[in-house]
């Protein structure tokens, strides 16, 4: 079985500071891992992926994100937040050709 | 260029109307899937397909139905049977491989 748990459904940052997005998984097969973004009424925009290659993953936007096995996450980060990071952003796992998406977490960036 | 083509983007329905939504891919992908999403709402699975002519329904699979008679196409139709039909549709492929997911730039469903 399969799962994607996004820990925050909420995240609210001021700008300039860090982000942390948490995503934990679950798979039964080797996953390959995702976080898309998406704008308010606007489509799905891939910001990284891991595919069992290294597992520091840099994405576009100053995004990264560290695939540990061990504890099964997948959190994302950048180092500066910037107002236009605001949106929803989705964990997603591929494994088997089922794809799992996370509920979303909501970033707010405050001036 | 390779991608996936939804249509239309804005489609308003009264109440009691079916309407099908395109989703075509020109990526050569055998595994296609529709997502509904509602405002606020994270993606839901409605149907997946991994091959022609069979697909599976997905989480909320009541009140839509599929057809996928062509690689490249898995045309979505809300019933007039689906209650709450207004939302934002999301069409995707994933390739052989696995390691990554196409997405349409989807379609806004308004019933009126």
């Known amino acids: 079985a399969q799962s994607v748990t996004q820990l925050d459904s909420h995240v609210s940052v001021s700008e300039g500071t860090p982000v942390l997005l948490r995503c934990n998984y679950s798979?039964?097969?080797?996953?390959?891992l995702f976080w898309y973004v998406q704008h308010p009424n606007k489509g799905l925009q891939l910001l990284l992926k891991y595919t069992s290659a290294a597992t520091l993953v840099k994405g576009i936007n100053g995004f990264e994100a560290e695939f540990k096995k061990s504890e099964t996450s997948f959190h994302l980060t950048k180092p500066s937040a910037h107002m236009s990071d605001a949106a929803e952003y989705f964990c997603v796992v591929i494994g088997g050709f089922k794809t799992i998406f996370g509920a979303g977490t909501r970033l707010f960036v405050k001036a | 260029d390779g991608g996936i083509t939804q249509s239309p983007k804005y489609l308003f329905r009264k109440e009691g109307q079916n309407v099908t939504l395109s989703c075509e891919q020109n990526l050569n992908h055998d595994a296609m899937y529709w997502y509904r999403q509602d405002p606020g709402q994270g993606l839901r699975l409605i149907y997946y397909s991994q091959i022609v002519n069979d697909f599976q329904k997905g989480d909320i699979a009541e009140g839509y139905s599929v057809s996928r008679e062509k690689k490249e196409s898995f045309p979505l139709t809300v019933t007039s049977a689906q209650k709450n039909p207004t939302a934002f549709y999301l069409c995707a492929s994933i390739p052989g491989s696995g390691n990554t997911i196409y997405f349409g730039e989807g379609s806004w469903l308004t019933v009126v």
């Open positions: 798979s039964s097969y080797s996953p390959s």
